[in-house]
């Protein structure tokens, strides 16, 4: 397997930390997906991703979360170009604000609390405004589990959202390429790829495997970024000369993109990711998408993501 010498774009980007907590795993897992589904950054909105399942384990992790119940740390991100922007924070708090009312508030037994620590925290959220007031004004401050919470009163009992949420500055759109001779390798590679990162503390794949890898230029702007052309398998044969970059014998080409609390954090899953794919039959070569510098601040080389294994023994 190949590892081009080649580097990714990553930027800047603001994001809170969440403890989802339900009353079993089929509630938690509903509202951890539905409060992480749909990225749409590019849009100018949001994304988000599950970072780590809490208390997995009958009668393991039991302080793990505020109330001692199965939980989940969710992470949910704004990129831009200059984090501490008041825009950007307040673009942040409502981009949570929905992902809470409409992820996880809807969903049986669930409750959030802030996971961000509050000694790295550049800001905090209020909560009442835009999560308790969906109590129509019956909402009250309590004090639950050591923590100042809003309880909202829903059909269904009361909603447990805590006060205050931090939020602070990170790394986003660090990526990976891998092509791949066929449509299983290129799903094994994936699926190992992505559990390589949800392993690495503080990193996120908000798409998972990702099918359609895209690029900043397009000739439909009002509908944002369209698929990246050049490296569309299916179209080798439509492009004229050699302007296809898909190598011979490649026919898939998935993409995990990886968001951090720390350009560290995303270097290490993307180090992870790389290692996982080696003995996956069928990829050809490891790859990943830049723009000659135009997306992001950050620049993240290929071919010096092994040796940091090495650095840290």
Not at 68 to 79: I, K
Not at 177 to 203: D, I, M, P, R, T
Not at 258 to 286: F, H, P, T, W
């Amino acid at each position: 397997m190949k590892i081009e010498e080649t580097y990714c774009e990553a930027f800047e980007g603001l994001f809170v930390r969440l403890c989802v907590t339900a009353g079993d795993e089929k509630r938690l897992k509903r509202a951890a997906y539905s409060a992480t589904a749909l990225p749409c950054t590019v849009f100018g909105e949001s994304e988000g991703g599950v970072e780590k399942w809490l208390n997995e384990g009958e009668g393991e992790g039991e302080n793990e979360t505020p109330d001692g119940r199965v939980g989940a740390l969710v992470q949910v991100w704004v990129n831009s170009d200059s984090a501490v922007e008041v825009g950007t924070a307040k673009r942040l708090e409502y981009e949570v604000s929905k992902r809470i009312r409409q992820g996880v508030l809807v969903v049986p037994t669930t409750a959030v609390f802030n996971a961000f620590p509050t000694t790295h925290a550049d800001g905090k959220i209020d909560t009442m405004q835009r999560v308790g007031h969906c109590g129509d004004g019956h909402e009250t401050v309590d004090q639950r589990f050591g923590r100042e919470v809003v309880a909202v009163p829903i059909m269904m009992g009361e909603f447990l959202v805590e006060r205050y949420l931090g939020y602070g500055k990170g790394v986003m759109g660090g990526n990976l390429w891998f092509f791949c001779e066929s449509l299983e390798s290129a799903l094994e590679a994936g699926e190992k790829a992505v559990a390589a990162v949800n392993g690495v503390e503080g990193a996120v794949a908000p798409f998972e495997i990702c099918a359609a890898g895209s690029k900043p230029e397009t000739k439909y702007p009002e509908i944002g970024p369209t698929t990246n052309h050049l490296y569309c398998p299916s179209l080798k044969r439509r492009l004229r000369g050699s302007e296809s970059k898909v190598p011979a014998g490649v026919n898939f080409i998935p993409e995990v993109v990886i968001n951090g609390v720390s350009l560290d954090a995303v270097r290490e899953a993307m180090r992870a990711a790389v290692e996982s794919v080696q003995d996956v039959k069928g990829v050809v070569k490891v790859s990943a998408g830049n723009y000659g510098g135009k997306l992001g601040r950050y620049k993240i080389y290929l071919d010096e993501l092994l040796s940091l294994r090495k650095r840290g023994d």
